[in-house]
T-cell receptor, first 113, second 116 residues
């Protein structure tokens, strides 16, 4: 079993829809949770960064962490064609200066006109 | 802020040659830099972690003599793929973390390596 599970998609939605992206994880020591957006042939871009459980909102994006269920989500409101990309969840245990990120496989999102 | 650059963005080389990839943090000092490899439609796989002025820590299964990492300054790390073979063809991405900014990693744009 992988430490972080993420549905690879592809997920296709019409413009304006609300998108829900999810990851589950097995390591209860993870404390920091991130969502990255990666366009084709580009490096990942940090979208959201959260610590512990709860919600965090930034514009059209909302990140949600439920540590009791080991489940994290990213919601995108009013989705746009420019949101079409692969979304990667990542998480880490804070173990000092060299703490590592564990990534999900990424979900490919396609927002259609 | 938090911009990371990589050079070159793509490279094609012959089998048996060595290739050097540079990773620079442009507007912050990176206490730690990470090197990842990403195959098509797969996630990022961590290859190694490097701290400025010390030897890199390699992940299990990554050959340290084949993937040489040097982190000579707080803004520059290099990855050298020695004696490259076609199976080394991949997308190599670095990331950098600034001290005091928690676990946030800022990624470079990646380098696509094709070994003929």
């Amino acid at each position: 079993q992988k430490e972080v599970e993420q549905d690879p998609g592809p997920l296709s939605v019409p413009e304006g829809a609300i998108v829900s992206l999810n990851c589950t994880y097995s390591n209860s020591a993870f404390q920091y949770f991130m969502w990255y957006r990666q366009y084709s042939r580009k490096g990942p871009e940090l979208l959201m960064y959260t610590y512990s459980s709860g919600n965090k909102e930034d514009g059209r994006f909302t990140a949600q962490v439920d540590k009791s269920s080991k489940y994290i989500s990213l919601f995108i409101r009013d989705s746009q064609p420019s949101d079409s990309a692969t979304y990667l969840c990542a998480m880490s245990q804070f173990t000092g200066t060299a703490s590592k990120l564990t990534f999900g496989t990424g979900t490919r999102l396609q927002v259609t006109l | 802020g938090a911009v990371v650059s990589q050079h070159p963005s793509w490279v094609i080389c012959k089998s048996g040659t060595s290739v050097k990839i540079e990773c620079r943090s442009l507007d912050f000092q990176a206490t730690t830099m990470f090197w990842y490899r990403q195959f098509p439609k797969q996630s990022l796989m961590l290859m190694a972690t490097s701290n400025e002025g010390s030897k890199a820590t390699y992940e299990q299964g990554v050959e340290k003599d084949k993937f040489l990492i040097n982190h000579a300054s707080l803004t520059l790390s290099t990855l050298t793929v020695t004696s490259a073979h076609p199976e080394d063809s991949s997308f190599y991405i670095c990331s950098a973390r600034a001290g005091g900014r928690g676990n946030e990693q800022f990624f470079g744009p990646g380098t696509r390596l094709t070994v003929l």
